[in-house]
């Protein structure tokens, strides 16, 4: 899988956006961008992912570059429920059963949200 | 909706002594099931993976071994903890291989 790069941590003030950048220069063609987050002392929580097109869901929205090359997550209305430490991984998805489905977490972004 | 559990929360044992973690998933029928070890203030590192009942994958040699009597019971165990083996233990599940983990609540373990 693809190594990614995040800065190691980022403020927001609450109600602001938040936008988490990665840079995953070396990914492949059939490499997802997943996100998770992990809040203090709790598991890892899914967020989102893509491949190619921008994604949206309920928590958050994937802003994916046309090269593929970066990636940003953005949480339109931050809380202090979202200060937490955000993990950016690429992978390979739907590979036909070949692979365990390993995921390699990095050191991720911190981010704080401040009143 | 699917729904993953891991006890105990938390557990403090003497070096030396066995350990069983039990994760139990709910709501899905032979899911891929996941053992992960992160150590303070670092990343997760992926222990055991199973594909079924029976069949455990180790991705790195150590203390700890894993089993899957049933299809959504996994058990992370060891016959001799060490100091090392302290750390947030973590579950999760998978539907496929290559499919969206979904992580329980974690075991905090600290092994004295």
């Known amino acids: 899988d693809a190594k990614t790069t995040q800065p190691p941590s980022m403020d927001c003030a609450e109600g602001r956006a938040a936008n988490l950048p990665c840079n995953h220069s070396t990914i492949s063609g059939n490499e997802y961008v997943y996100w998770y987050r992990q809040i203090h002392s709790q598991g890892p929580q899914y967020i989102i992912h893509?491949?190619?097109n921008n994604e949206t869901n309920e928590m958050a929205s994937l802003i994916i570059t046309e090269d593929r090359k970066s990636s940003t997550l953005i949480l339109p209305h931050a809380t202090l429920r979202d200060t937490a430490v955000y993990y950016c991984i690429v992978r390979v998805s739907n590979a036909g059963g070949t692979s365990y489905g390993k995921l390699t977490f990095g050191q991720g972004t911190i981010l704080t949200v401040h009143p | 909706s699917q729904t993953i559990h891991q006890w105990p929360a938390t557990l403090v044992q003497p070096v030396g002594s066995p350990l069983s973690l039990e994760c139990t998933v709910e709501?899905?029928?032979?899911?891929?099931l996941y053992w992960y070890r992160q150590a303070a203030g670092r990343g997760l590192q992926l222990l055991f993976y199973?594909?079924?009942?029976?069949?455990i994958s180790s991705e790195v040699p150590q203390n700890l071994s894993a089993s899957r009597p049933q299809d959504r019971q996994f058990i992370l165990s060891s016959k001799k903890l060490l100091l090392s083996d302290s750390g947030f233990y973590l579950c999760?599940?998978?539907?496929?291989?290559?499919?969206?983990?979904?992580f329980g609540p974690g075991t905090r373990l600290l092994v004295l």
């Open positions: 999760a599940w998978s539907v496929w291989a290559e499919e969206t983990q979904y």
């Open positions: 893509g491949l190619k």
């Open positions: 199973s594909v079924g009942i029976g069949q």
């Open positions: 709501g899905t029928s032979n899911p891929n």
